[in-house]
């Protein structure tokens, strides 16, 4: 009776630790989600997702706790991610520098092994300067660059980073070249050419509008065909240099991924979850005041941008000569 016994609770056990390890999406979440920023504190990356993520454990009904991992433009945090169970607990809260990871080298990663849930928004970018800055316009630091080649300074969050990437179609259109120094975000990168540590930056129009309008730092021309609305005052890059508009309209895009393998009916619901949460009023107003192109893509259609951001952006790198064919 006893080996009966005993027979018939291993069975039970071994039942409920098969019935544990099978938990479909529909249990999701159970417990705390780890949310993972690839940049900074205070970087526009971050500026987006912790909001996002706090009224999106409201949807779930279970905590996000969001954290900052830096490093290699990015990557340290998109490898940590991939390193993970794909059981949707870690996300990888990101920006569009690992859709060129393989094309530069930096990583053997890039988007396709991650499935994006939601894919929050797109912007402009502008060439920023410090407010008592000598160069009052694009040309002229173009010019400065030109006369005194990698001289003029650069900050910058590193290989494939958004002031990399457009130093690349800078120097394709004028031929001018930078002394390029790597910041671990691009909220550092701004406070090193607000400080005088650097000559310039790439800046985001989110990150820089107040800044621009307060004085602290000036934005001299926007990386766009057509005039930033919240910036109405700064010209346009193809104002000056109208070859620019063959890389036009072109930004950084932001997403929360997970890796590929997740349960789909997980995927679903953070999908569903934070699609919400960038409709409510107050993330709206956000996304406005930081002049966000909102996308609201889950799914295929986020899959679809993305794949088309990278061949389009590898495309203008190898035309810059960054990329061989």
């Known amino acids: 009776m006893k080996k009966i016994f005993c027979m018939l609770l291993a069975a039970s056990l071994a039942f409920g630790l098969a019935s544990c390890g099978k938990k479909s999406g529909s249990d999701y979440p159970v417990k705390s989600i780890n949310g993972v920023v690839q940049w900074g504190a205070g970087g526009g990356t971050d500026t987006l997702m912790r909001p996002l993520a706090a009224l999106a454990e409201k949807e779930l009904g279970g905590s996000i706790v969001v954290q900052n991992m830096t490093g290699a433009t990015g990557s340290v945090a998109t490898q940590f991610v991939y390193d993970t169970s794909a059981d949707g607990y870690t996300l990888l809260m990101g920006a569009e520098n690992p859709a060129l990871y393989k094309a530069l080298d930096i990583s053997e990663l890039t988007y396709e092994d991650f499935d994006c849930v939601f ?13 008592d800055s000598a160069y009052e316009s694009f040309s002229s630091l173009v010019n400065a660059a030109l006369a005194s080649p990698g001289t003029v300074k650069l900050s910058t969050t590193g290989k494939g980073g958004l002031p ?45 509008v107040e800044l621009h309008k307060e004085g602290s730092l000036k934005f001299l021309t926007m990386f766009a065909e057509d005039t930033v609305a919240a910036l109405p005052d700064v010209p346009v890059i193809t104002d000056e240099y109208p070859d620019f508009a063959k890389y036009l309209p ?10 590929k393998g997740t349960d ?5 619901k953070l999908g569903k979850a934070f699609a ?4 409510d009023e107050s993330y709206r107003e956000l996304m406005v005041d930081l002049n966000i192109n909102a996308l609201v893509y889950t799914g295929e259609k986020a899959a679809e941008f993305i794949s088309s951001w990278q061949e389009n952006t590898i495309s203008a790198l190898k035309n810059c000569g960054l990329i061989e064919e």
């Open 164 to 208: 990399w990437t457009v130093a690349a179609f800078i120097k394709d259109i004028t031929g001018a070249t930078f002394n390029q120094i790597p910041y671990d975000s691009d909220a550092s990168a701004r406070t090193a050419v607000m400080s005088g540590e650097c000559d310039f930056t790439v800046c985001k129009v989110q990150a820089g």
């Open 119 to 131: 894919l929050v928004g797109s912007e402009v970018v502008g060439i920023a300067v410090a407010k």
């Open 276 to 279: 919400a949460a960038a409709q």
């Open 250 to 259: 072109w930004g950084p895009f932001y997403g929360v991924f997970v890796k």
């Open 264 to 268: 789909k009916a997980a995927e679903e």
